[in-house]
């Protein structure tokens, strides 16, 4: 065959089909946005074409490159099972050899290609039953209606909403810096021996108002996030996680929250922070700084690419979650300076001081290597100890609240009058000193930062705030009405019904 006839041969299907059905699985399991799957599934289809094709270039036979392509594949879906993975290349390596070996004509050569053309329709039938397999198992878990309806809320060409009534021109932008994770202050100071009173004393020089005791509703940011956006209890959380596990990211995407915004003549602008189930992908304008997210992550997790990539690209990982972060900041201080506009809802998800800790006091890089980052605080203090954990959590603190006070006086400089609420989701999710203490630890996790500056309508908050009363006390401070106040019940949840309570505050 000539070199003409080789680049022109369709290559086999179904080594791209396995994995675009692997990625659709993931997607159907994690009911993330389809809209997070773009670069995984370009990859799987790119890939699982270009192995086939490549190796019937060598070869010039289409069934035996599929052959090969497959055996690739699985090499790369066995990268954490190294043993599979030899097997797979000394495979490839074999069968590379019968190609140059093999008689060209013959019975025996004829013999051959009858084999592995059967192969390759029978490998064809398998993919298209595995893509079938995963199809049904998206309706058993409702997942197309869903995702139809993500691929037209979410997508960029969708008609922007028009504000129902002319209260706009009254109403101030509305500004949420979001620090996730970021403890009260008295609890770094009891728990950690890190001072950010001076972070304190400087959101009070810019008008805030600093609850010394304020609490989060909530033990996890998409359940902090649902409570917030739709005005409602702990009891309405509660009441749902005994049920089937609901889908978060719906919650808070649909959410009252928006509705009323837009409602009000709000543009929505939402700076995207990595993690899919709380990402605000329904915002007018969702701004995505490009690195890899949740759903990537896991993809390469599952694939072993991680593997390969701790080796190759050991700091990949560690320079993404810092890029991440400092990219958050500076879309948002681009839409700060757009504030004049008109009135605009903006909503900025920092992703720290929530572990791991990647920046140092001046912004300089913290060493931390590998393709698995340490994402929970206990994960990063059994890895770094105690000590250690607390050196770098001071420094990620400094740097997050220098980069914090920039981003308000740039809101500020560009509309004096803006609301801005700088709070977390959460405190600490470090372990409790006592061993007789409950997990999650409550009274560390929820003591949480909330600040707020609402020019010309003080007394939004009172020095014992929870979060779920925030958003409604300022609808009503600024429109006149809204969503009455709810109970300010905490509830802890630790992942099971059966040993989640609900929090009785200290203070």
Do not use: C
């Amino acid at each position: 065959m000539s070199l003409g006839a080789r680049l022109r041969t369709r290559p086999a299907a179904y080594p791209a089909a396995i994995l675009v059905a692997l990625v659709l699985n993931l997607l159907v399991d994690s009911a993330v946005s389809p809209y997070a799957i773009g670069r995984p599934l370009i990859a799987a289809i790119a890939i699982g074409f270009l192995a086939p094709w490549l190796a019937g270039l060598v070869s010039g036979d289409r069934d035996r490159a599929g052959m090969i392509g497959l055996l690739a594949v699985l090499s790369v879906l066995a990268g954490r099972m190294p043993a599979v993975t030899a097997l797979s290349l000394i495979a490839v390596a074999l069968l590379g050899l019968h190609l140059v070996l093999a008689p060209r004509a013959g019975p025996e050569a004829q013999r051959s290609h009858h084999l592995m053309a059967m192969s390759t329709r029978s490998l064809t039938m398998a993919a298209a039953i595995l893509l079938v397999a995963v199809a049904i198992k998206a309706v058993q878990l409702d997942r197309i209606g869903m995702f139809a309806q993500d691929l037209l809320a979410e997508s960029p060409l969708r008609p922007q909403p028009i504000a129902a009534n002319q209260v706009a021109a009254k109403m101030p932008n509305l500004v949420l810096v979001l620090l996730d994770g970021f403890p009260r202050s008295d609890k770094l100071q009891s728990e950690f021996g890190i001072d950010d009173s001076s972070f304190v004393r400087e959101l009070r020089t810019r008008d805030f108002f600093v609850a010394e005791h304020s609490r989060s509703n909530q033990t996890l940011t998409q359940l902090t996030l649902a409570q917030m956006f739709n005005y409602q209890s702990a009891d309405w959380i509660a009441s749902r996680l005994d049920r089937a596990s609901p889908t978060w990211r719906l919650a808070i995407n649909d959410s009252l929250l928006l509705r009323d915004l837009h409602q009000l003549g709000y543009r929505t602008v939402a700076v995207a922070p990595g993690f899919e189930n709380v990402a605000l992908r329904r915002a007018d304008v969702y701004l995505d700084t490009g690195q890899l997210n949740e759903f990537e992550w896991a993809i390469g997790e599952m694939t072993g690419i991680g593997s390969l990539a701790s080796i190759v690209l050991p700091n990949l990982a560690a320079d993404e979650r810092r890029s991440r972060l400092t990219d958050a900041f500076e879309v948002a201080q681009q839409e700060a300076r757009r504030l004049r506009d008109g009135r605009t809802f903006l909503f900025v998800h920092v992703v720290a001081p929530h572990s791991p800790q990647v920046f140092g006091a001046d912004g300089q890089p913290l060493e931390l290597d590998g393709f698995v980052l340490p994402y929970a605080d206990t994960a990063e203090i059994a890895r770094f100890g105690i000590a250690e954990y607390r050196r770098r959590l001071a420094g990620q603190i400094t740097f997050l609240e220098h980069r914090t006070l920039q981003l308000v006086d740039s809101v500020v400089a560009n509309d004096p009058g803006a609301v801005v609420v700088v709070f977390s989701d959460h405190g600490s999710g470090a372990p409790p000193r006592r061993s007789s203490e409950t997990y999650p630890y409550p009274e560390l996790r929820t003591a949480n930062l909330l600040a707020v500056r609402s020019p010309a309508r003080p007394g939004i908050i009172d020095d014992r705030s929870t979060l779920a009363n925030l958003l409604p006390r300022l609808l009503r401070a600024y429109t006149g009405s809204g969503p009455a106040d709810v109970p300010e019940t905490i509830f802890a949840w630790s992942g099971n019904w059966g040993t989640s309570f609900f929090f009785d505050r200290p203070d």
